[in-house]
C-alpha cells in the first residue's frame, strides 16, 4: 500500500522569499508522485507529477519537485513566492492501480 | 482538449432531502470516474469511482450511491441527506496514472 505525509499543515513565507512545502511518501512499488494545488472553493489543478523519468520535475507557475528516493521525499519548492501562491497544496501517491493517496494538504499563507 | 464540468456549483438542502450532483467530462472516451469529498479542514476522500458504464466501485460505505448512465457522465446520489454530507464535492476523470478535477460542488446540510 501507499501513502503520503505532508510534514508541515500551515506554511507562512514573505512574498519573495523561498518556498519549501514538504511530502514523504511510502510506496511497495515505483510509485508516480503528484503536487496539486486548490485556491479556495476551486478544484484541484495538476502543479506537477514524477514519473521515474527525471528526478528533478518542473512544473506550472514556476515550482519544481524532486524526488529522492533514499529519503522518501517529493519536497515542493519555488525560488520566490508570490501574493497568487497562497493556496492548499497536496501531495498524492499513485500506486499500481492507478489509486491515489492524498496528503492532508499544507496550507501556504504569503505575506506582503 | 478535455473539460470536466459539475453543477450545481453551491447547494443548500434541508436534512432529510435528496441529492444528485452531476459531472460531465468532454474531449476523451471512456475516462475512469471519481466522486471524492473534501469535509471542512479535511484532506479528500475517495466516494466512488468507475472504470465504465455501468461499473462503479464504493471506497466507503455510506448513504451515497454513484451512477454512470454515459461514458462521460458520472452523477452522486442519496435519497436522503445527512448533516455530515456537507462539504465539497469533487468529480475527477484519468485515464492513466493521473487525475483532472472538475470545480467542485458545495453542499451545505442544514
Known amino acids: 500500500a501507499q501513502s503520503v505525509t505532508q510534514l508541515d499543515s500551515h506554511v507562512s513565507v514573505s512574498e519573495g522569499t523561498p518556498v519549501l512545502l514538504r511530502c514523504n511518501y511510502s510506496?511497495?512499488?515505483?510509485?508516480?508522485l503528484f503536487w496539486y494545488v486548490q485556491h479556495p472553493n476551486k478544484g484541484l489543478q495538476l502543479l506537477l507529477k514524477?514519473?521515474?523519468?527525471?528526478?528533478l520535475v518542473k512544473g506550472i507557475n514556476g515550482f519544481e519537485a524532486e524526488f529522492k528516493k533514499s529519503e522518501t521525499s517529493f519536497h515542493l519548492t519555488k525560488p520566490s513566492a508570490h501574493m497568487s501562491d497562497a493556496a492548499e497544496y497536496f501531495c498524492?501517491?499513485?500506486?499500481?492501480?492507478?489509486?491515489?493517496?492524498f496528503g492532508a494538504g499544507t496550507r501556504l499563507t504569503v505575506k506582503p | 482538449s478535455q473539460t470536466i464540468h459539475q453543477w450545481p456549483a453551491t447547494l443548500v438542502q434541508p436534512v432529510g432531502s435528496p441529492l444528485s450532483l452531476e459531472c460531465t467530462v468532454e474531449?476523451?472516451?471512456?475516462?475512469?470516474l471519481y466522486w471524492y469529498r473534501q469535509a471542512a479542514g479535511r484532506g479528500l476522500q475517495l466516494l466512488f469511482y468507475?472504470?465504465?458504464?455501468?461499473?462503479i466501485s464504493s471506497e466507503v460505505p455510506q448513504n451515497l450511491s454513484a451512477s454512470r448512465p454515459q461514458d462521460r457522465q458520472f452523477i452522486l446520489s442519496s435519497k436522503k441527506l445527512l448533516l455530515s454530507d456537507s462539504g465539497f464535492y469533487l468529480c475527477?476523470?484519468?485515464?492513466?496514472?493521473?487525475?483532472?478535477f472538475g470545480p467542485g460542488t458545495r453542499l451545505t446540510v442544514l
Open positions: 474531449g476523451t472516451s471512456n475516462p475512469n
Open positions: 475527477a476523470w484519468g485515464l492513466t496514472d493521473t487525475q483532472y
Open positions: 468507475s472504470v465504465g458504464i455501468g461499473q
Open positions: 510506496s511497495s512499488y515505483s510509485p508516480s
Open positions: 514524477y514519473t521515474s523519468a527525471a528526478t
Open positions: 498524492v501517491v499513485s500506486g499500481r492501480n492507478n489509486d491515489m493517496r
